[in-house]
């Protein structure tokens, strides 16, 4: 599974963006999908993650309220919607298809994934 994550972009605080993961050479549509970032000089950490169907999602803390992950199978799509965009929302957001249908928030749950986008946010 090749994929490739878009979306990102250079906002203000306050603003809202939507990321799109999209997958090539074959179908995701039996795996999980996550979201990660990093930041610069961070590791990377867990932003969400949707089972295979879209019933189950789970969010770190900081996102909850905030993000929502959502996913259309017929697409081969994964969406991250980011609202209230904040300074310490920046990094680079990175999607990953899961080794089953259900994932967790550590990297080794997650067997490819994709280039990464720049979401920056400005104060």
């Known amino acids: 599974v090749q994929l490739q994550a878009s979306g990102g972009g250079l906002v203000q605080t306050g603003a809202s963006l939507r990321l799109s993961c999209t997958a090539s050479?074959?179908?995701?549509?039996?795996?999980?999908v996550g979201w990660f970032r990093q930041a610069p000089g961070k590791e990377r950490e867990f932003v969400a993650v949707?089972?295979?169907?879209?019933?189950?999602?789970t969010y770190t803390d900081s996102v909850k309220g905030r993000f929502a992950i959502s996913r259309d199978n017929a697409k081969n799509t994964v969406y991250l919607q980011m609202n209230t965009l904040k300074p310490e929302d920046t990094a680079v957001y990175y999607c990953?298809?899961?080794?089953?249908?259900?994932?967790?928030?550590?990297?080794?749950?997650?067997?490819?994934w994709g280039q990464g986008t720049q979401v920056t946010v400005s104060s």
């Open positions: 050479r074959r179908t995701f549509t039996n795996n999980a």
């Open positions: 949707i089972s295979w169907n879209g019933g189950t999602t």
């Open positions: 990953a298809a899961g080794r089953g249908s259900y994932a967790g928030d550590k990297t080794r749950d997650y067997a490819y």
